[in-house]
């Protein structure tokens, strides 16, 4: 079992910056994958990034590339999600997400999940 929460959230202009935080406990964090996705009101769950078990390959979203960043931690047991150049398309719901058992990119392939965290991007 895995135990996900997340933090960082928050209101912040257009081109900011947050960081948010995905803190993990059960299973041993450097032995499972991680990925963030994002909801927005009336949208489905899009895919934002993905980090492999040690951190040495990151997945992104066109949407997202060269503005955010997807690292972890494993001695903290943390990931975390560096966004910059924020937008007001970035407006969602963020969740962390772990142990994909099949590709990065689909939430059905991940087996557990956070509650998330609001992102609310002001123009």
């Known amino acids: 079992q895995v135990q996900l929460v997340e933090s960082g959230g928050g209101l912040v202009q257009a081109g900011g910056s947050l960081r948010l935080s995905c803190a993990a406990s059960g299973r041993t964090f450097s032995s499972y994958a991680m990925g963030w996705f994002r909801q927005a009101p009336g949208k489905e769950r899009e895919f934002v990034a993905a980090?492999?078990?040690?951190?040495?390959?990151?997945y992104y979203a066109d949407s997202v590339k060269g503005r955010f960043t997807i690292s972890r931690d494993n001695a903290k047991n943390t990931m975390y999600l560096q966004m910059n150049s924020l937008k007001p398309e970035d407006t969602a719901v963020y969740y962390c997400?772990?142990?994909?058992?099949?590709?990065?990119?689909?939430?059905?392939?991940?087996?557990?999940w956070g509650q998330g965290t609001r992102v609310t991007v002001s123009s």
């Open positions: 980090i492999s078990r040690s951190g040495g390959s990151t």
């Open positions: 997400a772990a142990d994909p058992s099949g590709g990065y990119y689909h939430s059905r392939n991940y087996n557990y």
